[in-house]
């Protein structure tokens, strides 16, 4: 497989236009120019101190068909949403097909997911966010019958985790802060390798530091920026300054 940076061209520039975006609106509309190009024609965004009992004021932005959304609200299907459940302890994105494939869905699960289909909402992807504290979220990208490219994956987490950011922001909320971040030498050159794909055994090799101290210096990175995953981290560190995208 080639190597590529975590944070592509395409990436890069969604997140310089994002910050310019002084509006829900506008924000949303910068992501649809990128999910657009995979099918994908609608997004929603989520926060909650617990998602397997969510309610309708942790929602960021419902940008779905509105007579769905109001339907979708109306009959609590966002408790009985399988997607929404399997976000509250997913650590990557998935794609819907990768749940919905399950043999062992509830009846109320395959409900939504069959009036969701009955409504044009044929596949998506779903970005899990760590959030401040216990919250999780996510950004779920929605659209018809039309396939992700395993390759969209990584852009579409990017660009998910850096809109979730954009948004919360935008309805008052606070970003993370990264003025107590203090990262040690090796683990800011550590960070930088990180955000250009590399491995810990290659980020050992780069460094002339065993491989097992790479992935030491990884995790307490992922500690310190209250990351769970090394592609948020990334993330989580240019929104703090303290790597440049």
């Not at 509105?66 to 794609?95: C, G, H, M, R, S």
């Not at 998910?160 to 030498?185: A, F, W, Y």
Request: net charge negative.
């Amino acid at each position: 497989m080639e190597e590529r940076d975590i944070l592509s061209h395409a990436v890069q520039e969604f997140t310089e236009d994002l910050k310019t975006a002084d509006t829900v609106d506008g924000a949303i509309a910068r992501a649809l120019k990128e999910a657009r190009r995979y099918g994908l024609t609608y997004i929603a965004a989520h926060e909650s101190p617990n998602l397997h009992r969510s309610t309708e004021a942790d929602i960021l932005y419902a940008g779905l068909p509105k007579d769905w959304t109001d339907y979708y609200l109306e009959q609590d299907f966002l408790n009985a949403d399988p997607i929404v459940k399997a976000a509250a302890d997913a650590l990557v994105p998935f794609q819907w097909a990768q749940v919905t494939s399950r043999r062992d869905m509830q009846t109320d699960e395959a409900r939504v997911m069959g009036e969701s289909a009955e409504a044009g909402l044929l596949s998506g992807l779903l970005v899990p966010i760590d959030c401040a504290g216990p919250a999780k979220g996510f950004v779920s990208f929605a659209g018809g019958d039309s396939e992700i490219p395993r390759s969209a994956e990584l852009d579409l987490h990017l660009i998910g985790i850096h809109l979730h950011h954009r948004l919360k922001v935008l309805n008052g909320g606070k970003s993370k802060d990264g003025g107590c971040v203090r990262l040690t030498p090796q683990e800011g050159e550590c960070l930088l390798w990180i955000s250009r794909g590399k491995s810990d055994w290659e980020i050992g090799e780069i460094l002339s530091i065993s491989e097992r101290t790479a992935r030491a210096h990884a995790l307490s990175i992922k500690r310190k920026v209250g990351a769970r995953t090394r592609v948020q981290a990334v993330v989580d560190a240019i929104q703090m300054g303290l790597i440049d995208p």
